[in-house]
């Protein structure tokens, strides 16, 4: 027999691995076993188990099949089946059980919305019950086959229960080099994470194998042919082996036919059955075979080694055995079976889809049905298996129910952008406003799709297609609410404030005459956010939808008011109580699986990072945000990361990848009359280009920018910081004084209305660069240190120190040296430890002109670690890669430690290093 449960031939490094992480006693771990399929991922994975079952581990297990991604918590169902979760249901709170046994489908949820942070909590208590006991492996084979929702609540598990006795053993089919699932990279961090990537075996592993496996000894040439013909992959070698009696077949596509082609009719029969089956438990199955009379089949089909038990369930021993038996069904067979085994599913959603796929057309009874799944499914927080239900609802409604069908299609795109795939959203919904005719019908389709082009349409149009939605709404006052909110947000991206502001106010009365508490909190949230940018604070109104939001039952999305109200917080500079808000939104985002807003999360606590000066956490997650958007297929969430990513590449000093983002950001922008992003990247351009000391370049990126900003007349500068004090330091330089003047006053003016220290800190310093271009030096230093003093309290390092040498450099030219000195190397050493290179080049240039250029023997902080690492041999795109900075960045510091070390390669650099 060819399957599961075989003994481990050869894999000694990977085997060592695996005891090396079972082992590990300095706290939990992870490790991810990556590889194509056969390799033998499943055959370690199931060794591992057994070691750590035996070395007093308890292991919760699941391997999803491919046909289980579409049933929403089927992979939590198994990993907590049977009487796993009964060993501790007694110990979680009464919400926490009631969410997860409906998730699980032992409690009928009723006809409220589960709240998903429960489910997700309820795991996480589940594991850290049993993690007090003995220490806990989750395990999951195949774990690309996880549903939607099992993965969102098991990635936020993992976060929570790395600081407990909880290992992760993962098993997936892949090349190796990608992104580890389930987030592992941020909830364990890199020294608690191991990747395993099996390589093909070595022709001594396969002659063992075919030794161990099947007692045959093959000719050196014959092992050679093998070999080549399967890659060094062992299920495949094993099968050709089995199959070719001698002569090896040319494919291993003919030998799996040719394998199920022996088998005899009511075993091909039995595993046709089981392919098509969404819970494939061994009761169900026996249940199948004694009603359709297929006795002994299934006995024959698992000593065939096609199938086997897994717990209390049946697998296919190998994915490419299950995709043959599934290829060989036709489409009359295939809507037969899923007719038949409707009658078995147990689950209302797994019932609803075979009746969807048998349905030969229009079937009112099975549409009801499958719009009732699809409730249940958003209910519990699945909104991808919601979208899938409620679009088979659609497509079997009767063509004379418009309405019906309308609502289910709207239903469908909705479910589909809160899953984060706002194109197919895009495509139902724009289709269906093609087929309507004008009225309230239609004004539904209008006002998701006026929503939707804010995604990767043009602002101009979204406006215009809101607008057509409350024409044709009559006196809906809840969709007329719902579309007002829409056009709040809309008409402030494109940076129309007063039409914002009143489509806010407008929808928070209409949310209150149709009692809908969600639009409500919604229209709120967005009034809040529009008065921030005009000056009013994060005002009541932000902290008061925020407040409403944890009263209802599910995530409001990308929307959310805990998003707006984290926002602001960010923005003021509020960064402790951003984390916490956006930490919660996260958690609620995740377990429900609103992608998109986890993207925009994700990239609003990168820029919180950013400015509070943890570039390396910055950078992570900037690229899991970057990855989330590119999954979303959504232009504003992939600029919302951009923008954030760019200003941090340019303050890492890698000016192409900074330019790259920002100029393809402000090309999008501009295409979709996007004005706060066309602003932010601008911004990052100007920013850059004062780095690279070019004030030309900076004034004309910034100049637009900032006549945007006065044109709108925003006030909080917070959203944009880049822009007015660096278009100011620009023109000092440039000695355009009248138009340096007119913005500082301004500047000042805001500082005025809102005195916290980073605008206070700006407005300052601005005033000191222009005292000092008129030659008023002590009024310049008097600004210089009190824009110090600002900044000490505004916890932006690179603002800090970038004042410093403003400081520095007055300090310099009053004779002032000990002042001078010190406010720079305080500078250069808040730069380096960011790192900042070009920045720090500045203070350094400075504390040349002083006559304070560091001896050769002194190496600031980002020279001292890339010689370390070039020292030890390692190339500049590994030193680029492990500091955060761009080759031509190394090759730069390299050449400054060169010279300051009197060295002139990387031997003599390791020996003056390594020496007394």
């Known amino acids: ?249 040319a494919t291993l596509q003919g030998v799996v036919d040719a394998r199920l082609a022996a088998l005899p009719e009511p075993v091909v029969d039995l595993l046709q059955r089981v392919a098509l089956l969404y819970d494939r438990r061994v009761d169900i199955v026996l249940a199948l075979v004694q009603a359709d009379g297929l006795d002994g089949s299934l006995d024959a089909a698992l000593d065939a080694g096609v199938v086997e038990t897994a717990g209390d369930r049946l697998a296919f021993t190998h994915p490419l055995l299950a995709s043959a038996v599934h290829g060989r069904i036709g489409p009359e067979r295939a809507a037969a079976l899923h007719r038949r085994l409707a009658e078995f599913e147990t689950t209302g959603e797994a019932r609803a889809l075979h009746l969807a796929l048998a349905a030969a057309g229009p079937d009112a009874a099975t549409a009801d049905e499958l719009e009732t799944a699809a409730d249940r499914a958003a209910r519990r927080g699945a909104a991808e298996t919601a979208a899938r239900l409620a679009e088979h609802a659609a497509r079997l409604t009767p063509r004379d129910a418009v309405s019906v069908a309308a609502r289910r299609t709207v239903a469908a795109a909705e479910h589909h952008a809160a899953a984060g795939d706002p194109r197919r959203a895009y ?79 407008a929808a928070v009365e209409g949310a209150r005459r149709a009692g809908d508490r969600a639009v409500e909190a919604l229209a709120l949230a967005s009034l809040g956010l529009t008065r921030l940018l005009r000056g009013g604070g994060v005002g009541p109104e932000l902290r008061d939808a925020a407040a409403l939001e944890q009263r209802l039952p599910a995530f409001l999305g990308q929307q959310a008011p805990s998003l707006r109200l984290g926002l602001a917080l960010l923005v003021t500079d509020a960064y402790d109580e951003a984390r916490r808000v956006f930490a919660e939104a996260h958690d609620r985002a995740l377990a429900s699986g609103h992608e998109d807003a986890r993207a925009m999360i994700l990239s609003y606590r990168s820029a919180i990072e950013r400015r509070a000066g943890d570039w390396q956490r910055a950078r992570t997650l900037a690229e899991a945000a970057g990855e989330l958007a590119r999954q979303a297929s959504s232009e504003q969430e992939r600029n919302a990361g951009a923008a954030n990513r760019a200003l941090l590449e340019a303050g890492l000093g890698n000016e192409a990848e900074a330019r790259a983002l920002a100029v393809e950001g402000l090309d999008v922008a501009r295409s979709m009359g996007d004005r706060a992003y066309e602003i932010s990247f601008r911004g990052v351009l100007g920013a850059l280009e004062l780095s690279l000391d070019d004030p030309a370049a900076a004034g004309r990126r910034l100049a637009p920018a900032t006549d945007e900003l006065l044109r709108q007349g925003v006030v909080e500068l917070g959203f944009h910081p880049e822009i007015v004090h660096n278009e100011i330091e620009a023109l000092v330089v440039l000695g355009d004084h009248d138009r340096a003047s007119r913005l500082t006053v301004h500047l000042e003016l805001l500082a005025g209305r809102n005195p916290r220290p980073w605008m206070r800190g700006v407005a300052a310093r601005s005033r000191a660069l222009l005292l000092a271009s008129g030659g008023e030096l002590d009024a310049a230093r008097e600004h210089a240190r009190a824009a110090v003093a600002a900044h000490e309290g505004a916890g932006q390092p690179l603002e800090l120190a970038r004042t410093l040498i403003v400081s520095g450099a007055l300090e310099r030219r009053a004779k002032q040296r000990r002042a001078a000195r010190e406010a720079l190397e305080r500078a250069v050493a808040l730069l380096d430890a960011l790192p900042a290179p070009l920045w720090a080049a500045r203070a350094e240039a400075e504390l040349a002109r002083l006559g304070q250029r560091p001896a050769p023997s002194e190496l600031s902080a980002t020279e001292a670690r890339i010689a370390a690492l070039a020292a030890e041999g390692r190339s500049n795109p590994e030193i680029a890669a492990a500091v955060f900075v761009s080759r031509k960045t190394v090759e730069a510091n390299l050449s400054k430690v060169y010279r300051k070390l009197g060295v002139r390669s990387r031997v003599e650099l390791a020996r003056r290093l390594s020496g007394p």
Not at 89 to 108: N, S, Y
Not at 123 to 137: F, M, T
């Open 1 to 249: 027999m060819i399957g599961g449960g075989a003994t481990v031939v050869g894999r000694e490094a990977e085997r060592a691995a695996l005891r090396t992480f079972l082992a590990a006693r300095d706290g939990p771990a992870a490790l991810v076993l990556d590889g194509e399929a056969g390799i033998g991922k499943s055959t370690l994975w199931e060794e591992a188990l057994q070691n750590a079952a035996r070395s007093g581990c308890r292991v919760l297990r699941c391997r999803p099949a491919p046909a289980e991604t579409q049933l929403a918590f089927a992979a939590l169902a198994d990993l907590l089946g049977g009487r796993k979760l009964a060993d501790v249901v007694g110990t979680l709170a009464p919400p926490q059980r009631r969410a997860l046994e409906a998730a699980l489908l032992r409690e009928d949820a009723g006809g409220a919305a589960q709240d998903v942070r429960a489910i997700a909590g309820g795991l996480l208590a589940v594991l850290r019950h049993l993690a007090a006991q003995q220490p806990v492996v989750v395990a999951i084979d195949d774990v690309q086959w996880l549903d939607a929702p099992s993965r969102a609540v098991l990635e936020f598990a993992a976060r929570r229960a790395s600081d407990d006795q909880v290992a992760v053993l993962l098993a997936r089919r892949s090349p190796g080099g990608e992104e580890l699932p389930l987030g592992l990279s941020q909830a364990f961090g890199a020294g608690r994470t191991t990747r395993v990537t099996l390589a093909p075996m070595t022709h001594g592993e396969l002659h063992e194998l075919l030794q161990t496996r099947l007692g045959l000894s093959v000719s050196r040439p014959v092992l050679r042919r093998l070999r080549e013909l399967s890659g060094g992959n062992p299920f495949y070698a094993l099968q050709l082996a089995v199959e070719g009696d001698g002569e090896l077949p």
């Open 427 to 505: 495509a139902l919904t724009s289709d269906l406003v093609d087929r309507l005719e004008p009225g309230p019908e239609r004004a539904e389709a209008l006002s998701l799709l006026s929503w939707l082009h804010t995604s990767s349409a043009h602002f101009g149009e979204s406006v215009r297609v809101g607008e057509q939605a409350i024409a044709e709404a009559a006196d809906d006052d809840r969709l007329i609410a719902v579309t007002r909110q829409r056009l709040s947000t809309a008409e402030r991206i494109r940076g129309e404030l007063d039409a914002s502001e009143a489509h806010a106010r």
